[in-house]
Nanobody, 122 residues
Framework: QVQLVESGGGLVQAGGSLRLSCAAS????????MGWFRQAPGKEREFVAGISCSGSTYYANSVKGRFTISTDNAKNTVYLQMNSLKRDDTALYYC????????????????WGQGTQVTVSS
């Protein structure tokens, strides 16, 4: 059974940076496509970034150029480096393992972590 545990969230001022981590267990990490989603209060969960097992990366337009997704297969960990943070980036950030289907659809991700809160203040 796959377990995903996110960490690294916190409170940061606008313009600052954070790095989120997602440690995976119960699977051979390098065989899977992984993604980050976020959910702000009162809004639907949305795709943020994804990385395929071959290393291809995908980003939401709202974070392109500011966020970077990467993996460390030896540590079974996926990262999300977030720079130039904005108040609109405030949300609960989730790590997820992708199944078959679209990168951008919540329903196509089969395993989820509990989330880590990111709050950006002005």
């Amino acid at each position: 059974q796959v377990q995903l545990v996110e960490s690294g969230g916190g409170l940061v001022q606008a313009g600052g940076s954070l790095r989120l981590s997602c440690a995976a267990s119960g699977c051979t990490f390098s065989n899977y496509d992984m993604g980050w989603f976020r959910q702000a209060p009162g809004k639907e969960r949305e795709f943020v970034a994804g990385i395929s097992c071959s290393g291809s990366t995908y980003y939401a337009n709202s974070v392109k150029g500011r966020f970077t997704i990467s993996t460390d297969n030896a540590k079974n960990t996926v990262y999300l480096q977030m720079n130039s943070l904005k108040r609109d980036d405030t949300a609960l950030y989730y790590c997820a393992k992708k199944g078959v289907g679209s990168w951008y659809e919540v329903r196509d991700f089969v395993s989820w972590g509990q989330g880590t809160q990111v709050t950006v203040s002005s």
